[in-house]
């Protein structure tokens, strides 16, 4: 059981408090309740590029990384469809250096034509080399519109097209900031070392002056359920021929959620898992096959790849992957099996907890879903997860009219 306390300050930061003796570190975590939904389809990245400038200094501190690291903190961050989330982990005797350097970064960043130009030729890199220099890289970015067609998680988190970043200015980077990143729209979790007297008093000092702002409203298009089945079909030099096949499931809050999110466990956890032992071990037509979902807040997807063995007829494999689906959709899953899946979260998640960063992590995402106390209930939650319920749960998403597939095709000829 993971206790934790919480507290709202007038600004509209909401804070939550975790104290764990056992550690002389303190966990700082900082949500920010922004997204690449939230970007105009004409601008798309920002909420990424500025996952990079919140370290290129603020207006007071030119340098984020250096105070933290002379006092022994570190730092990174992360950004996906929904957040965008900062975390350091520091010395308990040194967390005011923490406070300092996250709220005056809260405050105003440097808005200078020198750190935008910095940042932005990151980011470009970092596009070129994930997504368009890298085989199969651009996958993501034929898959998602196809599978979305008017909600915003139809581009990935870098960008729809690097063009977007290339033409960035300081004017849209200014209002990005002043409409997203401010204390009513953050959340602050601390684990570690602390207690929630002296969270309150240094969150109070450090983060109270900073006003509330007008947030820009947030009216997503809501995606409307797909009635036909979509293909695409990409031809690269590639080593080998892919199969990518999504289908779209719910929310994160579905009450189905748990029963998917194992689903894909039955399907590919680890070794063990129906897609590797039959299309990779027993019948070799995969070197590599996974499956997961995607965990957005608002409706997202299951999501099955793999990388075929040469010579593999691409549709051949399609049909082996529909068939281990329709294994679980005819109610073929023995007790044993479910139970080392459920088993098996189990562990994984306990064994998460144990960090101090992770449960930071864990009690703002859990607050913004609405229940921090989820981080205590989500076990329960898979371990509920019943043959029945996946069966039903496998019949309702596995159907040909929700699904999108990508044949990734090679035109190498040594393929």
Not at 114 to 139: H, M, W
Request: proline residues 5%; negative net charge; glycine residues 6%.
């Amino acid at each position: 059981m993971i206790n934790f306390s919480r507290f709202t300050l007038d600004n509209g930061l909401r804070v939550l408090v975790h104290e764990d003796k056992s550690t002389p570190l303190i966990s700082m975590n900082i949500l920010y309740d922004v997204g690449s939904r939230d970007e105009d389809p004409e601008m798309t990245g920002l909420a990424h590029l500025f996952e990079h400038l919140m370290f290129g200094g603020s207006v007071n501190v030119p340098d984020y990384d250096l105070p933290l690291q002379l006092v022994g903190g570190e730092n990174n961050a992360f950004t996906n469809n929904d957040i965008t989330n900062y975390y350091l982990t520091i010395p308990s005797d040194n967390i005011e250096t923490g406070f300092w350097l996250e709220s005056d970064r809260m405050l105003e960043l440097d808005f200078s034509q020198k750190n935008l130009d910095t940042q932005r030729s990151v980011v470009i890199e970092e596009f070129n080399q994930r997504y368009l220099n890298q085989p199969y890289g651009d996958a993501i970015l034929k898959l998602r519109p196809l599978a979305y067609k008017v909600h915003p998680y139809r581009w990935p988190t870098i960008g729809m097209d690097i063009s977007h970043i290339e033409k960035t200015d300081l004017e849209q980077v200014k209002r990005f900031f002043f409409a997203h990143y401010a204390p009513n729209n953050a959340i602050l979790a601390l684990t570690g070392n602390i207690t929630h007297e002296k969270a309150f008093s240094l969150t109070s000092k450090w983060f109270g002056p900073i006003e509330k702002r007008i947030l820009k409203s947030r009216k997503l298009p809501v995606e409307p359920p797909q009635d036909e089945e979509r293909k695409l079909i990409i031809e690269k030099d590639v080593p080998s021929e892919a199969i990518y096949k999504v289908w779209h499931t719910g929310p994160r809050l579905s009450t189905d959620f748990y029963t998917i999110d194992l689903i894909t466990d039955l399907l590919a956890g680890g070794e063990s898992g129906r897609l590797h032992t039959r299309l990779v071990r027993e019948m070799k037509l995969f070197s590599e096959i996974n499956a997961y979902i995607t965990s957005d807040i608002d409706p997202g997807l299951i999501i099955v790849h793999g990388k075929l063995m040469k010579d593999v007829d691409i549709y051949y494999a399609e049909e082996a992957i529909n068939k281990v689906i329709e294994s679980l959709k005819n109610g073929t899953v023995i007790k044993d099996e479910m139970e080392k899946v459920k088993n098996k979260f189990e562990a994984s998640t306990v064994f998460s907890n144990t960090n101090i960063m992770n449960k930071a992590a864990n009690l703002s995402f859990y607050e913004l879903l609405g229940d921090p106390g989820l981080i205590n209930m989500e076990t329960d939650a898979y371990v509920k997860v019943t043959r029945e319920m996946v069966v039903e749960s496998a019949n309702k998403y596995f159907v040909p009219a929700n699904c999108c597939t990508l044949y990734y095709k090679s035109t190498r000829k040594d393929k």
